[in-house]
C-alpha cells in the first residue's frame, strides 16, 4: 500500500475478515453498524416528531381555520386517537342568524367520524338536517360566542368535515386520528 493512501497497512488488516482467534466478517459487520446507525436517525426523528406535537401536544397538534367570512374560527387538533376525547372550539364573531341564537352545523361525515360528548355551553336545540346536524345556542349578543364540544373520534384515519353557520362559508377539518 502505498504512504500517501492515508491508510496504514495494519488499519487496512484490520478490517478484513478473519477466522482465527474468532471468526469475523467484516462485511455483515459494517452492514451491521449501518442498520444501527440508521435506526438511531429514525429513533432521533421520532423524538423530534414527539417533541414537536405528532402524537400528543405540541406546535404541530393544534389547528385553526376559518369560514372565508371570517365570521367563525373553529380551533381543534390535528391528531387524534380512537376513542380518546379530544376538543373543538368554535368562536362565532357576530352571532350565527338572527332572533337572538347562534346555529352551528356539523357536516354529516363529521357527525359520522366523531360522537359528540358535551357541548359548552348546552344547545338549546339540536337538529337533524341534510347537511348534518345543527346545534342552535341562545345568544346574548354583543361580543363573540364560543362553544366547546368534546368529541371522540369513532374511527382510525383521515377524517375530514366542515363546520358552517346558516349563511356563510364553511370551514374545513382535517384530522388525522392513530389507532
Known amino acids: ?27 455483515l459487520q459494517r452492514t451491521t453498524w449501518w442498520v444501527q446507525r440508521c435506526g438511531w436517525a429514525v429513533l432521533g426523528l421520532l423524538v423530534i416528531a414527539s417533541l414537536l406535537g405528532l402524537f400528543s401536544q405540541g406546535p404541530l397538534s393544534t389547528a385553526s381555520t376559518t369560514g372565508a367570512s371570517g365570521r367563525m374560527e373553529v380551533t381543534y387538533d390535528r391528531f387524534g386517537r380512537n376513542g380518546a376525547s379530544t376538543r373543538v372550539t368554535i368562536v362565532v364573531r357576530d352571532g350565527g342568524g338572527g332572533g337572538g341564537e347562534t346555529a352551528i352545523t356539523f357536516s354529516k361525515a363529521l357527525m359520522d367520524a366523531f360522537a359528540v360528548d358535551t357541548v359548552h355551553p348546552a344547545p338549546r336545540e339540536e337538529r337533524s338536517t341534510p347537511d348534518g346536524t345543527e346545534f342552535v345556542f341562545a345568544s346574548a349578543g354583543g ?31 382535517t384530522q388525522f386520528t392513530y389507532p
Not at 143 to 164: A, C
Open 143 to 173: 361580543g363573540p360566542h364560543r362553544v366547546y364540544f368534546d368529541v371522540r373520534p369513532e374511527s382510525s384515519g383521515l377524517i375530514r368535515g366542515e363546520i358552517s353557520l346558516p349563511s356563510g362559508p364553511r370551514a374545513r377539518l
Open 1 to 27: 500500500m502505498p504512504p500517501e493512501s492515508g491508510i496504514s497497512q495494519s488499519d487496512e488488516q484490520d478490517w478484513r475478515s478473519r477466522s482465527y482467534p474468532v471468526h469475523e466478517d467484516m462485511e
